[in-house]
């Protein structure tokens, strides 16, 4: 997990994973991404499926094509791998047997990955020029369609607006994507896909970390 990345459940990770059957090797949980500007409103996971792409598009009439799940970041998610198995390579998304990735991950719908990938207009610019390079708008992550059906990589997507409407075009796209909105949240509500959840965070760190600095 990275540091914007929280798990939200209303059981314990504990109890999600002691009911997974003893030969289940790989659970996954699936992200949630933060409206930005917001410290509750989240967008939820869509599962992937033959009514997916067309509810990104209607959530997100403009960039809906260009976005995976209708999210900026992954979709993948975060693992919990069981210990004691031989020759692991744990990595960011996935874990690797003996070279392979390791197949048939369980799902646990009971605990969410909730990303603070942009948490405000302000953050997600200072983040941008990293993330067009080297992070998760790089030039060599796969589109969410494939070009010959119209699709386009974030990335070039990102190197197109600005070319054509500068930092104007990468506003209007936070705006429609990203940034926290009574049209945004409507627009997720009509679809099943908004979640408010207070992290609590700064109780959350007095309480785990008692003497971190404030």
Not at 128 to 156: Q, V
Request: aromatic content about 8%.
């Amino acid at each position: 997990m990275d540091a914007d990345e929280f798990l939200v459940s209303d059981l314990t990770v504990g109890q999600s994973l002691a009911a997974l059957d003893r030969g289940q090797t790989l659970a996954r949980v699936r992200p949630m991404e933060l409206l930005g500007g917001s410290d509750t409103a989240f967008k939820t996971f869509l599962p992937a499926g033959p009514n997916r792409a067309k509810t990104v598009r209607a959530i997100y009439p403009t960039f809906g094509d260009y976005l995976t799940g209708g999210f900026l970041s992954h979709v993948a998610g975060k693992l919990f791998v069981r210990t004691s198995l031989p020759d692991v390579q744990i990595r960011i998304h996935n874990a690797f047997q003996n070279d392979q990735i390791i197949p048939n991950a369980v799902e646990l719908p009971d605990i969410a990955l909730a990303h603070c990938h942009a948490t405000s207009w302000t953050a997600w610019r200072a983040a941008y020029d990293y993330r067009l390079s080297k992070g998760s708008y790089r030039a060599e992550l796969k589109p969410a369609k494939k070009p010959e059906n119209g699709g386009m990589t974030l990335h070039d997507l990102f190197h197109y607006l600005e070319a054509n409407d500068g930092e104007s075009g990468l506003r209007a796209f936070y705006d429609e994507v990203i940034g926290d909105s009574p049209d945004m949240r409507a627009r997720l509500q009509a679809h099943g896909a908004l979640r408010e959840v207070d992290l609590n965070l700064d109780a959350l760190l007095a309480k785990h970390f008692p003497d971190a600095p404030v």
